[in-house]
């Protein structure tokens, strides 16, 4: 999965705060509590040396969370602290394994995925009732998919020879 650094650095946090609440697993919650710390995170807590070639594009998408959420006059620090309060806390003891993320935050990301494929002209979707259909939208990334596709129709009957 390709993720940026601001995504990334997110995921971390909910892995911690996940690990926090002694949950087994990373929920949707734990990435909104993650993203409002995110917000609040100054540039000296990012720790990102300014030479560093990802330090623009992990501050671009700080300062790009931090207009939205300041856009809907979210107290951050507040309501992360009240979600926080209203999860809970479960019983899951952490042995420093791997946080996974919970089947709805795994679709959560499959949704971000498509919208932004969708934003790119890549993906367009249209729905009939309840059912979603998506079809490849950009004309180069079909020749790409139909040339990768031919070449492994080729191999497989080279290989039947």
Not at 48 to 69: G, N, W
Not at 110 to 135: H, I, M, P, W
Request: hydrophobic share 40%; aromatic share 6%.
């Amino acid at each position: 999965m390709d993720i940026s650094p601001g995504t990334e650095l997110v995921w971390r946090l909910a892995a911690a705060e996940a690990i926090a609440a002694r949950r087994e697993r990373i929920e949707p919650d734990h990435f909104f509590c993650a993203l409002l710390k995110f917000s609040e995170v100054g540039t000296k807590e990012l720790g990102v040396a300014a030479a560093h070639p990802l330090a623009k594009v992990l501050m671009s998408e700080h300062d790009r969370v931090q207009a939205v959420l300041k856009e809907l006059s979210l107290p951050t620090t507040r309501v992360r602290r009240q979600l926080r309060g209203a999860l809970g806390r479960g019983t899951y003891e952490h042995k420093g394994e791997v946080v996974h993320r919970s089947t709805a935050s795994r679709q959560l990301f499959n949704r971000a995925a498509r919208a932004a494929l969708k934003d790119k002209g890549v993906l367009a979707s249209r729905r009939e009732g309840t059912k979603v259909f998506y079809q490849l939208e950009n004309k180069k990334v079909t020749q790409v998919l139909n040339c990768v596709y031919n070449h492994c129709q080729a191999k497989k009957r080279k290989g039947q020879q």
